[in-house]
């Protein structure tokens, strides 16, 4: 399978060595006419507002949207998850395009900023269906986003329930707040919606190639 990997800015390289280490090829793509050439896309993690920026310029948008409505396979990690979102929140920055898709909100830098980056062990029921039996993996969050909403569509893989030391750096916003208390001081952290998967955390920065 020829597997696409977004390679506008971000971690398309990481993804690329992960993708080597299960022995498929990741397959850069920058314009439209090398989406055509794959069957599946990671859009990786990196910063979402640059990212649409580099999409619009390339005119990757139009294409990038069709790819996922036909159903194809696409995994969005971090930036990537805020991308194929439907709607982003959080936006003290202005905002971007996004291609949408997963009926999701997602809110951008939801625990603070780069120092309140952090490595946590998370639980995610499905991996646990692979090689190895374990439902544990390795969360590395930067600058990472959180899911705050999700429709009925949307298949929860992994949650994350806010320690009360980092409940006063994460967002503060009333989408985030009403959110937290809502879900009792839970965020949602990992997603599948038919041929959409979403993590707001890193798996390609571990050496667990499961996701
Ligand atoms: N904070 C970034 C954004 O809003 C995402 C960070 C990441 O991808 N590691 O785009």
Not at 4 to 11: E, F, H, K, Y
Not at 151 to 168: M, N, Q
Request: net charge neutral; charged share 20%; hydrophobic share 40%.
């Amino acid at each position: 399978m020829a597997v696409g990997v977004l390679a506008l800015q971000g971690s398309f390289n990481e993804h690329i060595a992960a993708l080597r280490k299960i022995g498929v090829t990741g397959v850069e793509v920058r314009k439209p006419s090398q989406l055509e050439a794959v069957e599946a896309l990671i859009i990786p993690g990196g910063e979402s507002t640059t990212m649409a920026k580099l999409a619009h310029y390339h005119n990757l948008f139009p294409a990038l949207r069709e790819f996922v409505s036909l159903g194809k396979p696409v995994w969005g990690t971090c930036a990537g998850l805020i991308f194929l979102a439907n709607k982003a929140t959080g936006q003290k920055l202005g905002g971007q395009e996004l291609i949408g898709g997963l009926d999701c909100t997602v809110h951008r830098n939801f625990f603070g900023s780069q120092i309140q980056s952090f490595e946590t062990e998370l639980a995610a029921p499905k991996l646990a269906e692979q090689e190895g039996g374990s439902d544990r993996c390795r969360g590395v969050f930067i600058r990472a986003p959180a899911i705050l909403k999700a429709g009925p569509g949307v298949e929860v893989l992994a949650d994350y329930t806010i320690p009360s030391d980092k409940l006063r750096s994460v967002a503060s916003d009333t989408e985030a707040e009403e959110a937290i208390a809502y879900s009792q001081g839970k965020v949602i952290v990992a997603v599948r919606q038919g041929n959409i998967l979403g993590t707001a955390f890193h798996p390609e920065l571990t050496s667990d190639t499961r996701w």
